[in-house]
């Protein structure tokens, strides 16, 4: 206990021993970012036409429960402040940051409040309210963990804290990948779901396998039709964004600050294991958004070397590059669902993963066209479907949400949500313009998961990973 009171030096042992638990705090919330364990709250709800969807099923996980300590922990330190007197630095910026916010809404208040009230009303009319408001508030929850870490680690930057985060954030990804390893070769689970909620592996319907036969023919191998890595994920897509978002941490943090060399061997052997994890996936998204973010951290590093050594650089292209990336991107988003729609009429509709991806896509295009202003609400994609005109072969196999978020968010929020998010973002423009031009440039990191998948917004486990990966980006 000594070691970490030399590390945070205060003027209090109070002072002290509340930023050692601000960080171990900080390194569960990190931990078990990847995890599905949870408990369902209403275990027999979320029944439409007959069918239990398990989106529609209101649950409390373990990042969310880490997510309320965190936010209660900050909710204490108002107490302590008000009541007390003592003062907090990282409250004082949190603080700061939300009144700065407000302030910004102002030229808006009458039209954002409207919009708001309009948008939170809405959603008691929608076919199952209780889905919806339960989303709203795991949004709201991992958007103000993510907030009050941000305020601690702001005040906390310093080379050792770094360095306890990324060696967390390491086992993580050794963790989930060792695991994921595991139940590829065995086939099995290893404990089963009170491991973090590792999913029941021994049952044949509903898990997604990989056919290996191409591989079998090159290398000799015997793999054939395998049950894929999950990890303690519920897929092994959003077990594969995670790795691929961790590795990408990793690498970047290996050329942001000083290591040892032992330092150096242990991140890189996370990032081998994380890597060979990552590829038994066969996660298209998370491959690309792999490629895509090594791309980008070379690309910095030969950046910064070129500027270290007074090279002069292309000033033009790189001007005309920012100008028209923004143009790029939003072709790149509009386009995407028309390219799904074309390959899959290439294959004649043989390729399961481009027909389920287009029919759910053009789902959500006429739901959207048949509700453009409030949407289908919040978390209620899977309810249209499911009350749709398909037969029930396809009801049975399509009652997911669209695995493209650009199109899923309108179709389930309306112009109504597009605005609120508008004004959100003009605001936050204000705000933070640094952070926000940061934030853009690595949109292209994550675009491959945002136009194949859906989990970045229907899922708690991905709220948390999304979560994690903007923490790190900022830290």
Not at 285 to 307: E, V
Not at 310 to 322: A, D, P, R
């Given at each position: ?168 954030l390491t086992l993580t990804i050794v963790f989930q990948a060792t695991l994921g390893m595991y139940q590829f070769v065995q086939q099995r689970q290893l404990v089963g779901f009170l491991l973090w909620g590792e999913p029941q592996l021994t049952r044949d319907l509903g ?269």
């Amino acid at each position: 206990m000594s070691f970490f009171f030399k590390k945070f030096p205060t003027t209090t042992h109070f002072g002290t021993a509340f930023r050692i638990t601000q960080l171990l705090l900080v390194c569960v919330w990190i931990f078990t970012a990847p995890t599905n364990l949870f408990w369902k709250i209403l275990p027999n709800f979320g029944f439409v036409s007959g069918l239990q969807i398990d989106y529609l099923i209101p649950k409390l996980y373990l990042s969310d429960i880490v997510g309320l300590a965190i936010v209660g922990t900050w909710f204490w330190q108002v107490w302590q402040e008000k009541v007390l007197g003592r003062k907090f630095k990282n409250f004082q910026l949190t603080k700061a940051v939300l009144s700065k916010i407000s302030l910004l809404l102002i030229p808006y208040n009458l039209l954002f409040t409207t919009c708001c009230s309009l948008f939170i009303v809405y959603q008691f009319f929608t076919p199952l309210p209780i889905t919806a408001f339960w989303f709203l508030a795991s949004l709201l929850l991992h958007g103000t963990t993510l907030l009050v870490v941000m305020s601690w680690v702001h005040q906390n930057r310093s080379l050792f804290f770094q360095k306890m985060l990324i060696s967390v954030l390491t086992l993580t990804i050794v963790f989930q990948a060792t695991l994921g390893m595991y139940q590829f070769v065995q086939q099995r689970q290893l404990v089963g779901f009170l491991l973090w909620g590792e999913p029941q592996l021994t049952r044949d319907l509903g898990l997604s396998k990989g056919n290996f036969a191409s591989m079998d023919q090159v290398t000799g191998s015997h793999l054939g039709l395998r049950i894929l890595p999950y990890g303690t994920t519920p897929h092994p897509n959003v077990l594969a964004g995670f790795l691929a978002i961790g590795i990408l941490i990793l690498l970047r943090f290996m050329l942001k600050i000083s290591m040892n060399p032992l330092e150096k061997v242990l991140i890189g052997l996370g990032i081998g294991i994380g890597a060979m994890t990552l590829a038994l996936t066969l996660s298209l998204s998370a491959l690309l958004t792999l490629l895509i973010g090594i791309l980008m951290i070379g690309y910095d590093s030969q950046f910064k070397f070129l500027k270290i050594k007074n090279i002069t650089l292309n000033k033009q292209f790189i001007n005309v590059w920012q100008k028209k990336s923004k143009l790029i991107l939003l072709g790149i988003l509009i386009l995407t669902p028309f390219g799904l729609h074309g390959l899959n009429t290439l294959t004649h509709h043989n390729a399961p993963s481009l027909f389920r991806r287009d029919f759910l896509n053009q789902a959500a295009v006429k739901l959207f066209i048949k509700q453009p202003v409030f949407g289908v609400g919040l978390n209620q994609f899977t309810v249209a479907i499911a009350k749709g005109p398909q037969n029930q072969k396809e009801t049975v196999s399509f009652v997911q949400p669209a695995h493209y978020i650009t199109l899923l968010f309108p179709t389930e929020n309306g112009l109504l949500g597009i605005g609120i998010l508008f004004l959100l973002y003009r605001s936050l423009c204000k705000t933070f313009p640094s952070s926000l031009s940061v934030l853009g440039k690595h949109v292209w990191v994550i675009l491959p998961i945002i136009c194949l998948d859906h989990y970045f917004y229907t899922l708690t486990v991905g709220h948390s990973i999304f979560a994690l990966g903007l923490f790190f980006l900022f830290l």
